[in-house]
């Protein structure tokens, strides 16, 4: 690690976001136990797809079987 990426750390903290001036790309640099943390939202599953992916698949599937479900209004006002 670079001596001026030490210093920013200390002043800044992490998150710490940081801007490469010659392709002008955004990073944000975290700690190695903060990334382990939600390194798991950030991957894909093995079948290439993101956990988002698989997230929004499922609600539009489960929306489109809601709406061919005839008893569906009748399961909503059912109380125990």
Known sequence: ???SLRSALDA???PLRVVDTRTNAAYVLISAKAYDRVQG???ENDDGLSDQAVARLI???MAEDDALDP???SYQNYRA
């Open 12 to 14: 800044e903290g992490t």
């Open 1 to 3: 690690m670079s001596d």
């Open 71 to 73: 008893l569906l209004e």
């Open 59 to 61: 609600q539009e599937n």
């Open 41 to 43: 939202l950030l991957s």
